[in-house]
């Protein structure tokens, strides 16, 4: 069964597109997906199966700025003026949305990349309401993001906030490809398989070659600032389990130094955390061809734990 929903988004603009996709067998939780930079849920749709097929009910929406959402509204790359919690507030949103259809169920998150972020303030926040959660391509400290706050917030002091100057961009992402040797498309720091890198590039609900105004960068180095160190890992329950998995190829997570950060402010608090790293990989594990089935089937081996 799939049901389609529509949501207004914590921005008051524009309505959040989403998905609850339901197995033909009883359920025994439910995981909800949460997709990245640029980038939409339908690119999730191996893993949605997988869970599927292990009898969990997923959820997933396209972010505002991002997929069918920003189709839908014409916002390609605004996520609107209510802040960095915006995407958050939305998924929780679609959370009670789902848990209203399908109530008194585990209830697992799954991020990916920016993802990650959001899945880490929404811990921060609704952590208590959680069963457990799965950050993917994630990292402690996002190089740059400092500096190009400073440089952002005094943009949008000049009222050009609703623009888009790419060099903001390139700036704060641009250095991804740095251990990627001969670079075309510019996004080869996804994935070493060009087939992927190509299929990323040339999907029409994809926003990463499109532009995002320079609030929308803004608040994305803001969502990076709320969810680091030993103070943010203190507002996530100590009870909540959590799995960190990423590629020590991967240049968001530091090539393993972030996604290590992060385990160690969470071990530092009291947390239990469970933490794998595939070597030899950039920073979409779950689209390689050779271990795709390995990282979903270590999610739903850590769901299943916490469930028995």
């Given at each position: 069964?799939?049901?389609e929903v529509s949501f207004q988004s914590f ?298």
């Amino acid at each position: 069964m799939l049901h389609e929903v529509s949501f207004q988004s914590f921005n008051d603009r524009d309505e959040v597109q989403g998905w609850i996709y339901v197995p033909a067998a009883k359920p025994k939780g439910i995981v909800q997906i949460i997709h990245g930079f640029g980038e939409h849920s339908r690119r999730y749709l191996h893993m949605i199966v997988k869970f599927m097929d292990a009898d969990y009910i997923v959820a997933a929406d396209d972010h505002v700025g991002h997929g069918k959402t920003a189709m839908m509204n014409d916002t390609w790359g605004d996520w609107g003026d209510k802040g960095f919690h915006t995407m958050m507030e939305d998924e929780h949103t679609l959370k009670t949305i789902v848990c209203e259809k399908y109530p008194d169920l585990p209830y697992f998150l799954f991020g990916h990349s920016m993802g990650s972020f959001i899945t880490r303030d929404f811990a921060a926040k609704y952590g208590n309401e959680l069963s457990g959660i799965t950050i993917c391509g994630t990292t402690g400290i996002f190089r740059g993001a400092d500096k190009a706050a400073e440089a952002l917030k005094k943009a949008i002091d000049e009222g050009k906030g609703k623009e888009s100057d790419p060099q903001f961009t390139a700036g704060l992402m641009g250095w991804m490809c740095e251990r990627c040797g001969d670079v075309s498309i510019g996004n080869e720091w996804i994935c070493a398989d060009p087939y992927v890198q190509q299929d990323h590039a040339d999907d029409p609900f994809d926003a990463f070659t499109k532009p995002t105004t320079n609030q929308a960068l803004y608040d994305f180095t803001q969502m990076m600032e709320s969810i680091v160190g030993t103070q943010w890992a203190e507002k996530v329950p100590k009870e909540l389990p959590i799995y960190n998995i990423g590629g020590d190829q991967d240049p968001v997570g530091e090539y393993g130094k972030g996604i290590y950060e992060v385990s160690n402010w969470l071990y530092e608090t009291g947390h239990t955390v469970t933490t794998k790293v595939y070597s030899g990989y950039r920073h979409e594990i779950h689209n390689y061809s050779a271990i795709k089935d390995e990282v979903e089937e270590g999610i739903l081996a850590f769901m299943d734990a916490v469930l028995s």
